[in-house]
């Protein structure tokens, strides 16, 4: 199930990628600096556009497939993920090297 949602997703981004690329950019961002403003930016006919509405479907589509990985990835799996929740191993500390013979030693050790 996992694998076929991964898969899905990716052709979902690479297609997200596609058409974000393939739009025609207007200059300005979000029209500022054009006369028209921000009115003409959130009319019928601006968002009337197929590659806007396509945009928007495969991002809301890319949302929903981002949330429902994360939620089916967060059960089990057989071991704990959470690594703070995993006591930190111990391990004994290194036995200390002595110095090159070109270095002067470390104060301290």
């Known amino acids: 199930m996992i694998d076929v949602l991964l898969v899905l997703h990716l052709l979902v981004t690479l297609t997200l990628i596609a058409v974000v ?3 025609r950019s207007e200059g300005g961002g ?7 403003g921000m ?3 959130m009319s019928g006919r601006g968002t009337a556009n ?4 396509t945009t928007a479907i495969l991002g809301a589509v ?3 497939l981002s949330l429902s ?3 089916l990835n967060r059960g089990g799996g057989g071991r704990g ?3 703070l929740a995993v006591p930190a191993a111990t391990h004994a500390p290194a036995a200390a090297r002595p110095p090159l013979p070109n270095q002067p030693p470390i ?3």
């Open 30 to 36: 979000l029209g500022i600096g054009s006369s028209q």
């Open 21 to 23: 690329l393939i739009q």
């Open 39 to 41: 009115g003409a930016f």
């Open 107 to 109: 104060p301290g050790h």
């Open 81 to 83: 993920r959470d690594i």
């Open 69 to 71: 990985l994360a939620v």
């Open 62 to 64: 890319f949302m929903m």
């Open 50 to 53: 197929l590659l806007t509405r």
